[in-house]
């Protein structure tokens, strides 16, 4: 019988978080499994991964992609991060961590696309919104799903939708993406949890469709159909195995699980 995960609670019929990606993101992480000095430590579930992915594919870099069980934290891992988390970066002999730090720091490497503009203003405002979606959108989500009471589903649902409102309003108005016809900084960070709110929060919450003919519906589409985002976003069923542990809000599902609960930041 497999070693059970510590979320399933000793319960084999639980489900729990997947340690290989599936569909497009496994043909993507096999087309990148051979050695390189740019090397991405994640786990195909983590949408934090999901942001440093989406960058190096956008922007045409090369890299070795490296599945680690975060919770079993390996070596190879804990060298370049010593709490264990992911993503975290290697490039030569030197590692990093931390989503947002990541994709600043690919962007500092000055190679492939851009995905901050050269305006200096333009570059505050959308760092500016990347923040907004860390502190404001990214907690709601977790708050949200880990809702067991219908009343504080219905209280996070609609604080969640108050702060995307405000992402919305800030963003192009002729779209699709956040300042326009490209996707940039802003697109990429808040792309992982579009992607979940249909894949986990629509068939665990009840999550509904962007309104037809919406700004936000013109976004949420371009940001699915982006060729970056399809190649390393997993099958639906990945998405449902591995956040049922977060619906159900068990014990020792996660460290953002953990920081939620108890009312503090993400870790």
């Known amino acids: 019988m497999p070693e059970l995960d510590s979320n399933q609670n000793g319960d084999a019929n639980k489900k729990t978080y997947n340690k290989k990606a599936t569909g497009a993101a496994l043909r993507t992480a096999d087309a990148h499994s051979d050695d390189h000095e740019l090397k991405l430590f994640g786990s195909c579930f983590c949408p934090f991964v999901h942001r440093v992915w989406i960058s190096l594919e956008l922007k045409r870099l090369d890299y070795q992609y490296i599945e680690v069980d975060v919770y079993r934290k390996p070596k190879l891992l804990l060298d370049v991060n010593p709490r264990g988390l992911v993503p975290a970066l290697r490039h030569g002999d030197w590692g990093c961590y931390e989503s947002t730090v990541l994709m600043e720091y690919l962007e500092d490497l000055g190679e492939g696309e851009a995905l901050l503009p050269t305006d200096p203003k333009l570059r505050a405002h959308s760092r500016l919104w990347a923040d907004h979606i860390n502190r404001h959108i990214v907690p709601?989500?977790?708050?949200?799903?880990?809702?067991?009471?219908?009343?504080?589903?219905?209280?996070?649902?609609?604080?969640?939708?108050?702060?995307?409102?405000?992402?919305?309003?800030?963003?192009?108005?002729?779209?699709?993406f956040f300042l326009g016809e490209r996707m940039t900084f802003v697109d990429v960070q808040i792309a992982p949890w579009v992607v979940r709110m249909k894949k986990v929060l629509k068939p665990y919450r009840g999550w509904p469709d962007p309104e037809p003919g919406s700004r936000?519906?013109?976004?949420?589409?371009?940001?699915?159909?982006?060729?970056?985002?399809?190649?390393?976003?997993?099958?639906?069923?990945?998405?449902?195995?591995?956040?049922?542990?977060?619906?159900?809000?068990?014990?020792?599902?996660?460290?953002?699980?953990?920081?939620?609960?108890?009312?503090?930041?993400?870790?």
């Open 140 to 176: 709601q989500f977790y708050r949200y799903l880990q809702a067991q009471d219908s009343k504080d589903q219905i209280e996070h649902a609609d604080e969640m939708k108050g702060q995307l409102g405000k992402l919305i309003d800030a963003a192009s108005k002729d779209g699709p």
């Open 216 to 267: 936000w519906v013109k976004w949420v589409n371009a940001i699915e159909a982006h060729a970056a985002v399809e190649a390393t976003t997993s099958d639906e069923q990945l998405y449902l195995d591995s956040y049922e542990r977060y619906a159900e809000n068990r014990p020792n599902t996660s460290e953002v699980q953990k920081a939620i609960n108890s009312g503090r930041g993400l870790p």
